[in-house]
């Protein structure tokens, strides 16, 4: 019972529908601007919101076993300023900003400096001082940080470059390119535990549970998760999982720290200076290699360069993805996207397409199409 009330309160909290909203701002943004460069869509409008819990449901599951078992205690404080830092990273439009690190490792710095110099100060009905920060948050925190970088990194290898937004751009050379902007929000709801002693007189409805001797309140906190990376000089499908497997390993150091943090409690304040300032490096390096150099999508002499394939269509079914030249469509050589749809018109129940791909082999790809299939197949490409 007292895990239903938990998750109960999951419905009051503002930050679940702020991170809605924006999730469908996202996809209104993302279809103005492929509508801009490419006189279509290539998912809907609401793709972002419906996966915003998709993705992650089963990660949340897993972190909430994790919470319970271990016994992740967090004062309530900490986790109403977890919920200010992460509303503020989430309407700032700006995903760099919104990866876990940033708002569980700002709110515990916060308590620190506030432990430091000994200050008092209130945010609603919550008062923060010096009695807030204990030490076992030097250990909970940092864990709990890598865990969750882990879980982010997973994500983002996982999903990122599912809806990468293709966006046309100008070489030096007056040539058209295509980038790729992945801008994402996860939530997973996760529960932790509360000290029973930070529920307050005014929310006796609040859920508790009582082991030994101490009592502890229920809180399923929904964790929001924010990426926000472009590619150019790789594709998607390669550099995504890059990026992820990066923050993983990233992840795994900031996990040594905290174990470390349970013998030498001093360490977990480094671990957690080590999880902002490496996921920040992480954002710039990858944001500055992929401004330079070649753009791995644009125009190729060997034929027609697939910019988009959209979901659900012919072109998918084929398996034809993004960056590769399509060089003969039924048995004819094409080098625009006019004699691409002459030559698909030529055998209008199935297609066969001849494609270079990416480690420059020769495939072939065939599908057969149907009456309510659309006449380009799915295929979005560079003109």
């Known amino acids: 019972m007292e895990v239903l009330k938990g ?28 509508r801009q460069s490419f006189n279509r869509r290539i998912h809907w409008g609401m ?9 992650g449901w089963g990660m949340a599951l897993i972190l909430s076993a994790i919470s319970l078992l271990v016994g992740f205690v967090l004062p309530l404080q900490y986790i109403v300023l977890v ?74 290898k996982k999903y990122a470059a599912n809806n990468a937004s293709p966006r046309l751009q100008t070489t030096e050379r007056g040539l058209k390119a295509v980038t790729y902007l992945a801008k994402r929000l996860w939530i997973l709801p996760v529960f932790f535990l509360i000290p029973g002693s930070a529920i307050p007189d005014w929310a006796p409805w609040w859920p508790q549970l009582s082991l030994g001797s101490d009592s502890y309140g229920i809180v399923l906190f929904p964790i929001v998760m924010g990426f926000q990376q472009r590619a150019r000089k790789m594709l998607p499908n390669a550099f995504y999982p890059q990026v992820g497997l990066t923050m993983q390993l990233l992840a795994l150091l900031v996990f040594i720290e905290a174990i470390i943090a349970i013998f030498f409690p001093i360490m977990g304040i480094a671990a957690v200076g080590v999880a902002i300032i490496g996921r920040i490096l992480i954002s710039i390096i990858y944001s ?31 398996g034809i993805q993004i960056g590769e030249v399509i060089r003969r469509v039924n048995g004819i050589p094409v080098k625009t996207e006019e004699e691409l749809y002459e030559a698909l018109q030529i055998n209008a129940a199935h297609c066969r397409i001849e494609v270079l791909d990416a480690q420059h082999e020769i495939r072939i ?19």
């Open 7 to 34: 998750i109960g309160r999951l419905f009051m909290n503002p930050l679940l529908y702020v991170a809605i909203l924006f999730c469908v701002l996202i996809g209104y943004r993302r279809v103005m601007s492929e």
């Open 47 to 55: 793709y972002e919101a419906v996966y915003l819990l998709k993705e």
């Open 83 to 156: 919920t200010i830092v992460m509303m503020i990273c989430i309407v700032t439009f700006y995903y760099h900003l919104a990866s876990v690190v940033y708002s569980f490792g700002v709110a515990f710095i916060i308590l620190w400096l506030t432990y430091m110099y000994d200050w008092s100060w209130q945010v609603w009905r919550f008062t923060f001082d010096a009695d807030v920060m204990h030490k076992h948050l030097l250990i909970t925190v940092p864990l709990l940080m890598s865990i969750l970088l882990f879980v982010e990194g997973q994500l983002v």
């Open 288 to 318: 500055v290699r992929e401004r330079k150099g070649v753009f791995a999508v644009t125009p190729q002499n060997d034929g027609v360069v697939v910019a988009a394939v959209l979901p659900e269509s012919p072109a998918e079914a084929m």
């Open 365 to 383: 790809r065939q599908h057969v199409i149907f009456r309510h299939d659309h006449f380009r197949i799915g295929l979005i490409v560079l003109k």
